[in-house]
């Protein structure tokens, strides 16, 4: 079968998807430091400050995961068709029948594979849709946490979470959140890699995926 080449993911969105696995990491190792320190703290007074380098580093990857959070929105508005809501939603025929498509196709009922779908398929779409959800709330509790002294976080802080204290608990249990998005979206990828060959994960480097070129 001869397969053509598609573009389907803009430059903005690859640079989008980097930065948040990036500040996702950076984030994690540094938040799990901050809550429980594996150094000494009598470090802080020998001109290391660890404590002190990782909260900048925290607020520094909590700036680029804001950023990057802020750019899919944008594309979720304004991005090309792959890249926009109504692609990642069970909103249209089309759609609802990617969406059984792809739940039979996860719990091994059949092996069929929406060749004519160039993004996400329904199930990934509702996931992002949702992710990009709490990353909004782990940004507000983050800007709550850093910005003590700023009127406008700590009214909407107050507002979503109460206390700093709850808020912090529920910036942690975010946390968990992204971390078990990111084991289970790798395993997806290697696994739909694996059974399709439309060259998904080489596409987060191209921005090209491929079909049958029969499919119009």
């Not at 979720?76 to 068709?81: A, K, P, Q």
């Not at 990617?98 to 059949?110: D, K």
Request: charged share 15%; net charge positive.
């Amino acid at each position: 079968m001869i397969y053509e080449k598609h573009y389907v993911w803009s430059i903005l969105l690859r640079l989008y998807h980097w930065s948040l696995v990036s500040s996702i990491v950076a984030l994690a190792i540094t938040g799990f430091y901050i809550n429980s320190p594996w150094t000494l703290t009598t470090l802080e007074g020998t001109g290391l400050y660890p404590m002190l380098t990782m909260r900048n580093i925290h607020a520094l990857a909590g700036y680029l995961f804001t950023a990057a959070i802020l750019t899919r929105l944008f594309l979720l508005l304004f991005g090309n068709r792959q890249e926009r809501i109504l692609d990642l939603l069970p909103v249209t025929s089309r759609n609802i029948k990617n969406l059984s498509t792809t739940l039979c196709s996860y719990a091994y009922l059949h092996d069929c594979h929406d060749e004519e779908r160039l993004g996400h398929n329904i199930v990934a779409g509702m996931v992002y849709v949702v992710t990009i959800i709490v990353a909004l709330f782990q940004v507000a509790s983050g800007f709550y946490l850093r910005l003590p002294e700023s009127v406008f976080w700590q009214k909407w802080g107050v507002m979503l979470f109460g206390t700093q204290q709850h808020a912090r608990f529920e910036h942690h249990l975010l946390m968990w959140y992204f971390i078990i998005f990111a084991f289970i979206h790798i395993y997806l990828v290697i696994w739909n890699d694996l059974k399709n060959p439309d060259g998904i994960t080489s596409s987060i480097f191209t921005g090209n995926k491929f079909r049958p070129r029969s499919i119009k």
